[in-house]
């Protein structure tokens, strides 16, 4: 039964780093979500592809355990996006993106989808987050991700979002530029007037960080000698995180406080090869491991 | 009996930021390390000022208890600095550099100060880092910081004042330009190579991470909601650190640890307001405070 349900794109990613190049590799926001999600809890993902999507990549999603019955397959293409990082690699340049199938994309959650009590609404048009948050029955935990496109895009669309979840999640630079200050701690309570019960901002290599109404954590990144690629790491992110969630069935603080963890541990495996590739190194043992150095680095 | 001797500018500095525009205030890293050092142990400034240096800015420094008699005065205009800092406060854009009585400063450490164990060795030129180390008689510890400047025109004596310090500080910018890599983790490990124990990267508002050729550790930077002034966080997260050192006087890992939170509470409480003003508001209370909440948003 699907614990998780996991809303976002699901594409063709053409990246371009300093350390490597590959063409048409599996991407998306659900998709990298739904990866790291799955190391905790079965998830499903809700997305459509087109016509030229290879089998290889749902054969990908299959062998992590992935429900992929919410996949719509339509005429078209699927949504590609083409992106660049220079040697800092802190930033990613667009090269491209081409919405395709992803344009007149209408969320359709299948029945057995619906009684899942997770979902992470990830980074997608606002108005399908809503309509994919209308169709679940009852759900225990919502999570939000956006990004910039749709903040400039829909903000008023966004700031629903954030309104109806649970959690809201996003980075430095979407919170600051939503709520229209550079202050990260001031955005955080914005956050939580709009009535969320938590507010995680992402800060890429720097960590993330939590604010609540009486308490903060901060969780930081780990320190990679050989980062290869960043894409997909605030949605690996995200997914362990609800993944954990749904493991642990209780949500309080402190769950929060190590699926942040979590969430920080399974990006930074993820970052460790190209694309979605080095997923396939990542499992229990290796997440574990790296949970023990968490505790140790952030010992004092 | 001064226990921590540091050395490095004393400055007139000029200061505008979106919340405040403060003229010929107090500055320089000697100021604010030695201000933050202060709290813990008794430290002794060395530098030089020109005639014009105000008798009430040595006066602040007298009611730290922080000893005078390594400060020179000299003929001519005490150094000054003129910075404006735009709305993200990240970035200090220096305006104007007036080296004055620095430009041919020598430092002649005061008899009393030879036989301090703790050195801090701020951001000066590192000829005259160097030279003081020569004049210590068997300092037990001694932590260094660069900047930018340096490492452009005398990367050799950069390079060769890290050798010789048993904790080499420096910011993520100036490590990533000293090493020419982006990375911070090869950066510190470069560092570990030249044969400092310890090494400690700032961050600014993201915090600190501290590498040992073992292990690692990282301190979040504290979440401010007003920030008025980051001038001299870093230069007071250095003195509190050895600050703090001094205090325990055990020089191992948990220590430096700890030394590297209270780092980061100083430097918190020194950037809420503008320039050293906020000084006055910090006493014992305060910084216990807020290193239970350090323990507190660091826990998981």
Redesign the interface.
Known sequence: MVEVVIVGSIGLDNIETPFGKIRGTLGGSAVYSAIASSFFSKSGIVGVVGRDFPQRHLDLMQRKEIDLNGIEKKEGKTFTWTGKYD???NTAQTLETNLNVLEDFEPKIPEEYRKAEYVFLGNIDPELQLSVLEQMEKPKLVLSDTMNYWIESKRTKVLEVVKKVDIALMNDAEARELFKT?????A??EILKLDSDYAIIK?GE??A?M?TEE???????Y?????KDPTGAGDSFAGALIGFLAKEKEINE?NI??A??YGSIVASLEVEGMGVTNFDFVNQFKIKERFKE?K?????
Not at 296 to 300: A, E, G, L
Request: charged share 25%.
């Open positions: 040697f800092d690699l550079t202050n990260l701690v001031k955080a309570k800060k720097h960590g960080v604010f308490s903060h954590f901060s969780v930081p990144g320190p990679l000698e050989d980062i402190s406080r190590k942040m963890v968490f140790k680095i952030m010992q004092f």
